[in-house]
């Protein structure tokens, strides 16, 4: 009986999507959506993506292409580096520790929401938001971008937008003000991060066979989601220790020089997602840390996770170097999406207790080697036994 | 058997719009039976049915899918993440379990019957009553060293552990000690090397001849193990390299215990980092409020 209600209503809501589908298209925002296919093409434009995935009838690859094809032929501005003053924080999370100079900053935590299909009148509940709650005017997006360069798709009111305006409010932290996690790391030894440089912009084309890590960086941060987090799962499944140092969603103001005066102007105001994973690495010859860093445009967060992943492997002393056996096991959990995508955000929760295990192991492993050499002898673990067993 | 009642079709007499603890009987039925067979083989993995669940997975769907096919309406669930009642997704499954079977849930150690932990083995040592429930990540303990499960099941067949011991080799050579820090193998009876979960070293060495059962869920490879009361479990090291906890530079700031398990917080403002010491408490809060209380 109950059952028999049930059916009649998912057969309703089923029919509904579908009018829905046909009659609401302009109003129709699926905004994490647009958001994957802004990321993906490296252009933030949403509702470009919004409109591009219409016509594509929800082939995000085929929106892609699309949005890519509109923008390749559009004037390329170069920006200025993003100022630290101008990433505006939305939320902070870090699963290394459970207090953060600068503290934790849940705001919307999508990881959070139910996980159960709501069979309920659709037009009563509002759509899943991003996490960013910069509204574009709709009249200055698709229609302008059409005409005007890439940069100005995104807000062409930019001039007036400032620090008190911006969408986290006059109080919201900015990077300049809040310090990395990363930070806290001192007494343990951290991977160098190889000599960086502004990098190669992928918009501009193919920059060649081999990379820095800024433009393998920028080239990743395109990279299409699935991919990304298929790849970090397998990363993720072959290590002794991943934490997420630090992650942040941000709204980022974007700044060109203006053309007569030079000075610095704010065109565009754009969601990041930023986020740093610690991975266990060895550091000359010792235990240590290798710091990845990866940020997406937009706020989708398994995409930042995972490029920090990736990123953190490939500092990893070689890891990458083994070879990566296509057999049964991996093929088949490279392509388990439901199951690599929880394990990727399952960065998103607390590590603290795992974390400061091996965070003690590689002090252990630090001062054993000192304690050692003063010693004469190899004693290293007669010195920590501050732990007893409990019971 | 097939007209005897059985708990869902119990609770819908009383109206319930959906199965008692959430799961179908099908599999519970199925978690139950991987379970049973788990407990008669210590540590050995059990593969079994696992459900896509309304936690993500990796998010302690597999300890989910192990508390919910245990719970009664007369039990008391506690659950806990790193060791702390409040973590957003600790407390959601805790309504998730409470809600679905009617059982009462907990923060106090004693007063639980089933304990689902992430990454920590309460310190207040259970009884024979209680049940430990670990969410796994990684089931299989020779993961790192051994890639491919097939491979694996043989070396676990044959009891070949010899990747892991040359693994552990090669960190004593290179480093004087092993290099994991939480989620350290261990050896079941002597016999089977098993991932205790990534607790730390602190909890492996508490691990054995418990009087209660642990039950350990990995959802998203799809395999639960088991620990019976009084099993030998003891962490895969050289006779004369034992393994030793982890240390804490301070006592705990709230309750002052020098013998738990405690971590360094990031400290909440920007002096302390400045100084580089955030303070250090112990990471089982129900633990460390009880020792607060009764000194």
């Not at chain 2, 895969?236 to 738990?260: M, Y």
Request: hydrophobic share 40%.
């Amino acid at each position: 009986m109950y059952a028999t209600m049930k059916e009649t209503d998912s057969v309703a809501a089923a029919r509904a999507f579908a009018e829905y589908g046909a009659q609401g298209a302009e109003h129709a925002r699926l905004p994490i959506l647009e958001e994957q296919i802004c990321a993906e093409a490296g252009i933030w434009a949403p509702e470009v993506a919004g409109r591009a995935a219409r016509q594509a009838g929800g082939d995000i690859p085929r929106a892609v292409a699309l949005l890519k094809v509109w923008a390749a032929a559009l004037p390329h501005v170069a920006a200025l580096p993003v100022e630290p003053a101008d990433v505006c924080i939305l939320r902070r999370l870090s699963s290394a520790y459970s207090e953060i100079p600068g503290g934790q900053w849940l705001g919307v935590a999508p990881e959070l929401a139910s996980r159960l299909l709501d069979w309920s009148d659709e037009s009563a509940h509002p759509v899943a938001e991003a996490p960013r709650r910069h509204q574009h005017e709709p009249e200055h997006s698709a229609s302008d971008g059409e005409t005007g360069g890439l940069i100005s798709a995104g807000a062409s009111d930019g001039e007036t937008a400032n620090t008190a305006e911006r969408a986290g409010g006059a109080d919201a932290p900015t990077r300049a003000e809040t310090p990395r996690v990363r930070s806290l790391l001192r007494d343990v030894p951290v991977a160098a991060v190889p000599e960086d440089s502004d990098g190669h912009d992928p918009a501009l084309g193919s920059p060649g066979v081999s990379h820095d890590r800024a433009t393998r960086t920028g080239i990743m941060a395109r990279g299409e989601t699935a991919s990304l987090v298929a790849f970090a799962a397998l990363v993720l499944g072959r290590r002794r220790e991943a934490v997420l140092a630090e992650m942040t969603t941000a709204d980022v103001t974007v700044r060109v020089r203006h053309p007569r005066t030079g000075r610095p102007c704010a065109v565009a105001e754009v969601p990041i997602v930023e986020a740093e994973a610690v991975i266990d690495a060895e550091v000359e010859g010792r235990a240590g840390f290798a710091i990845g860093w990866g940020a997406s445009l937009g706020s989708i967060e398994r995409r930042a996770i995972s490029l920090a992943l990736l990123d953190g492997a490939m500092q990893a002393d070689g890891d990458l170097e083994e070879p990566l056996m296509l057999d049964e096991p991996t093929l088949l959990g490279a392509t388990d999406g439901s199951a690599n995508n929880g394990f990727v955000e399952h960065l998103r929760l607390p590590h603290h207790a795992s974390f400061g295990s091996y965070l003690s192991q590689a002090r252990t492993d630090r001062n054993g080697e000192s304690q050692a050499k003063a010693d004469g002898h190899g004693e290293s673990q007669a010195k920590v036994d501050g732990n007893g067993e409990m019971t | 058997m097939s007209d005897a009642p059985t708990v869902a079709s119990l609770a819908a007499e009383h109206g319930q719009s959906e199965a008692y603890a959430y799961l179908d009987e099908r599999t519970k039925r199925n978690v139950r039976r991987a379970l049973l067979k788990a407990l008669a083989i210590p540590g050995w993995q059990i593969p079994f049915d696992s459900r896509e669940m309304p936690v993500a997975r990796g998010w302690g769907s597999g300890g989910l899918q192990v508390t919910l096919s245990l719970v009664g309406p007369t039990d008391t669930v506690k659950v806990i993440d790193q060791g702390d009642d409040s973590s957003a997704n600790a407390s959601s499954m805790r309504s998730l379990i409470s809600r679905t079977s009617g059982c009462a849930e907990t923060t106090v150690t004693e007063e639980a019957t089933i304990i689902q932990s992430r990454h920590r083995i309460p310190e207040i040592p259970l009884r024979g009553d209680q049940v430990l429930v670990l969410q796994v990540p990684h089931p299989e303990p020779l993961r790192r060293v051994v890639t491919n499960d097939a491979v694996a099941l043989e070396h676990h067949a044959e009891r070949d552990y010899t990747p892991a011991w040359l693994d552990l080799y090669d960190d004593e050579a290179r480093h004087g000690a092993p290099r994991t820090g939480a989620d350290y193998p261990v050896l079941v009876e002597g016999t089977t090397l098993m991932s205790p979960s990534p607790i730390p070293r602190y909890d492996v060495l508490r691990l054995g001849n418990r009087p209660h059962a642990t039950l350990l869920g990995a959802g998203r490879r799809a395999r639960v193990a088991a620990l019976p009361p009084f099993t030998s479990v003891e962490p895969l090291v050289f006779d004369d390299r034992p393994l030793l906890a982890e240390s804490a530079a301070e006592p705990c700031i709230r309750c002052g215990s020098i013998d738990s398990y405690r971590v360094q917080s990031g400290g909440r403002y920007q002096l302390a980092a400045e100084a580089g010491n955030g303070p250090w408490c112990c990471s089982d809060v129900d633990a460390c409020r009880t020792r607060r209380n009764d000194p």
